[in-house]
């Protein structure tokens, strides 16, 4: 059974900066970062592929959060910088074993999921 484990959220200001990261057990494929507000469905933030020349980000965070992998380390992060009140959410680090021919962003192709980090962004 894969194990993802993050760490990082926490409270910051409009405009300040949070790193994620992601702890798997062992390598996974496709790796990404969802979120999830009270009320709203999970989205995704970002996805990366397993050798990391695949990336998407979702239109809301281009420009301002960078996803990157270090598979030696078999772990995930997330830079976030610019944050605004609306990035606050919990966190999810999510992880795929199937092989794709593309960049997966939906909720069912990620089968291993953490339990989530919560970042609040104040005004």
């Known amino acids: 059974q894969v194990q993802l484990v993050e760490s990082g959220g926490g409270s910051v200001q409009t405009g300040g900066s949070l790193r994620l990261s992601c702890v798997s057990s062992t390598y996974t494929s496709h790796m990404g970062w969802f979120r999830q507000a009270p009320g709203k469905e999970r989205e995704v933030v970002a996805s990366?592929?397993?050798?990391?020349?695949?990336?998407f980000y979702a239109d809301s965070v281009k420009g301002r959060f960078t996803i990157s992998r270090d598979n030696a380390k078999n772990t995930l992060y997330l830079d976030m910088n610019n944050l605004k009140p609306d990035d606050s959410a919990m966190y999810y680090c999510a992880g795929g074993s199937e092989a794709y021919g593309y960049l997966p962003t939906d909720v069912g192709a990620y089968e291993y999921w953490g339990q989530g980090t919560q970042v609040t962004v104040s005004s």
């Open positions: 990366i592929s397993r050798a990391g020349g695949r990336i």
